[in-house]
């Protein structure tokens, strides 16, 4: 079984809708493609030298939101223990697109080959995304 783990600092981004110009050229917005170019690097290193898995492949993303500085220590501590999860935006399915959109050809060759998707927003001390791949 081959297992995948690698973490990208930073605030987690949603994959956004392409944007358009004038003349109608479609664009990917600059903090999405920022993400996604974090996310290649990290997944890059994990892989080392490893050709991408061929086959269906489990993934998961865990994505760690700063806690707002304005809340309460109480309400803090709270949302560090998970009793208070982070319903506020970006989507957790839009992170995990801008995730598996990344790593194609990485990890994998495509995205379609993802046949079980696990996704969680959680708060921590510290921004991040966890993201773990495994071959069926």
């Known amino acids: 079984m081959t297992i995948i783990l690698f973490t990208v600092p930073g605030h ?3 994959k956004a809708r392409p944007r358009f110009t004038r003349s109608g050229h ?3 917005p600059e903090k999405t493609a920022s993400f996604e170019n974090l996310v290649k690097l990290a997944a890059k290193n994990a892989m080392r030298d ?3 898995i061929e086959g269906s492949v489990s993934a998961e993303v865990i994505s760690s939101f700063p806690v707002p500085a304005s809340w309460s220590k109480k309400k803090r501590q709270a949302a560090l223990n998970g009793e208070v999860m982070p319903t506020v935006k970006p989507d957790a399915d839009n992170v ?3 995730v598996l959109d990344a790593i194609n050809g990485i990890c994998y060759a495509d995205d379609s080959q993802v046949v079980t998707l696990h996704i969680e927003k959680r708060y921590s001390a510290t921004p991040l995304t966890v993201v773990r ?3 069926d």
């Open 12 to 14: 987690p981004v949603g």
């Open 26 to 28: 479609a664009y990917t």
């Open 50 to 52: 490893l050709a991408p």
């Open 96 to 98: 995990a697109k801008a």
């Open 133 to 135: 791949i495994t071959d």
